[in-house]
């Protein structure tokens, strides 16, 4: 019973080098979510996907940022261009069905810029 | 905006000592109530949770916490911590009934627990 996997788990890159971060949610689940957590902060949210559509992406920087959830495979995390300001821990939470149901949580991915 | 208020930066405690965790949210309608726990290394689990019912909630490992509506607290409580327990502590609101579904996090507490 797989929980929700991040890869990589830590990534570094120069400045203005492009970033991909994968997630795979539970098996069943079919809501992504992506929350940033920069150092001495609590997780703020990015953006919530289900498959094949941006439900909300609210948290989203308005550029350099975008995420996807295919049909078929994981949801993409991608930033475009990093800055030092990038570096952060980005975490991906998936659940089943309802937007209130409990969120289970992926190891993360330590980005860090250069 | 909403948001959630976590009072403690860092607690320092001995073995044993009880614990308390504030945690305050800012939005008058309804909620979920969420405490997740991140253990040094480790990714975020599930401590517990509150959806509706009643509002003494009983969580993993010894923990509960109670939700007052008229307060808008849900704070953490255990009556005697381990070492084991230090870690960082999460409280999360969720907008029940929103088109959104994020959670809003407090910027967390840190848990010391000294042998």
């Known amino acids: 019973n797989a929980g929700v996997m991040q890869n990589p788990r830590h990534l570094v890159r120069r400045r203005g080098q492009e970033a991909r971060l994968r997630c795979s949610p539970m098996?069943?689940?079919?809501?992504v979510y992506w929350y940033r957590q920069l150092p001495e902060e609590g997780l703020k949210f990015m953006v919530y996907?289900?498959?094949?559509?941006?439900?909300?992406e609210s948290g989203m920087p308005k550029e350099r940022f975008s995420a996807e959830f295919p049909k078929e495979g994981p949801s993409i995390l991608r930033i475009q261009q990093v800055v030092r300001g990038d570096s952060a821990a980005y975490f991906c939470?998936?659940?089943?069905?309802?937007?209130?149901?409990?969120?289970?949580f992926g190891p993360g991915t330590r980005l860090t810029v250069l | 905006a909403q948001s959630v208020s976590q009072h403690n930066h860092h607690v320092i405690l001995s073995e044993a000592a009880s614990l308390e965790l504030g945690c305050n949210y800012s939005?008058?309608?309804?909620?979920?109530l969420f405490w997740y726990v991140q253990y040094p290394g480790q990714h975020l689990q599930l401590l517990l949770k509150?959806?509706?019912?009643?509002?003494l909630v009983k969580g993993i490992k010894g923990f509960e916490a109670e939700f007052i509506k008229s307060k808008f607290s849900f704070n953490l409580r255990k009556p005697s911590v381990q070492w084991s327990d230090t870690a960082e502590y999460f409280c999360?609101?969720?907008?029940?009934?929103?088109?959104?579904?994020?959670?809003?996090f407090g910027k967390g507490t840190k848990l010391s627990v000294k042998p």
């Open positions: 098996k069943g689940h079919s809501h």
């Open positions: 999360a609101v969720n907008l029940y009934g929103g088109s959104q579904g994020n959670l809003i």
């Open positions: 939005y008058g309608g309804t909620v979920n």
């Open positions: 939470a998936s659940s089943p069905g309802q937007t209130t149901d409990t969120q289970y």
């Open positions: 996907l289900q498959k094949e559509n941006i439900i909300d």
């Open positions: 509150y959806f509706s019912g009643d509002p």
